[in-house]
T-cell receptor, first 115, second 110 residues
């Protein structure tokens, strides 16, 4: 069973640009969530999509957005990049239900550097 | 607010037992999870508690006390490959909204 796939793995952008990251979840998983990981703040929840609908949203500015397609693949977009957006962006998929099956399966992440 | 606390770093010796504590204060609770993250890799699921008590899974065990907002991860017979960060996470009541702690970096020494 293929794992969670994120692309691109590494990217470098400059301030003011925008970036789109992609995530393909494990087959059969309907929930995709996104996390930002930095050394200082740890893992912080961005948002979660379930069946193409945003089900939960973290405390990030509106520059961070996402969407989910009918095949459960998801994208997140960050506009008007700031230096502080440099981070590892992790996508996690799950069945999306309560209970132990709700465990998250993480992708390898997309490491974004903003210069 | 949402707050999860863990020790930043711990060191233990190969073959020993180590306990990593986690305290939490969250607006909702629908399970406590532990994840392991090796440097440069993605987090992987270790354990899940939703009811009070101890869950054992091989060398790893996890304990939960909901009334105290407290959990611990117990690692027995430590091996060098256990050197990693251990993340405590609480799932909110709705959906898959997880609040993660800062992680505990465990170093296992020979």
């Amino acid at each position: 069973k293929a794992g969670v796939t994120q692309t691109p793995r590494y990217l470098i952008k400059t301030r003011g640009q925008q970036v789109t990251l992609s995530c393909s979840p494990i087959s059969g998983h309907r929930s995709v969530s996104w996390y930002q990981q930095t050394p200082g703040q740890g893992l912080q929840f961005l948002f979660e999509y379930f069946s193409e609908t945003q089900r939960n949203k973290g405390n990030f500015p509106g520059r961070f957005s996402g969407r989910q397609f009918s095949n459960s693949r998801s994208e997140m977009n960050v506009s008007t990049l700031e230096l502080g957006d440099s981070a590892l962006y992790l996508c996690a998929s799950s069945l999306g239900t309560s209970g132990m099956s709700g465990e998250l399966f993480f992708g390898e992440g997309s490491r974004l550097t903003v210069l | 607010g949402q707050n999860i606390d863990q020790p930043t770093e711990m060191t233990a010796t190969e073959g020993a037992i180590v306990q990593i504590n986690c305290t939490y204060q969250t607006s909702g609770f629908n399970g406590l999870f532990w994840y392991q993250q090796h440097a440069g890799e993605a987090p992987t699921f270790l354990s899940y508690n939703v009811l009070d008590g101890l869950e054992e899974k091989g060398r790893f065990s996890s304990f939960l006390s909901r009334s105290k907002g407290y959990s611990y991860l117990l690692l027995k017979e430590l091996q060098m490959k256990d050197s990693a960060s251990y993340l405590c996470a609480v799932r909110d009541n709705y959906g898959q909204n997880f609040v993660f702690g800062p992680g505990t970096r465990l170093s296992v020494l020979p």
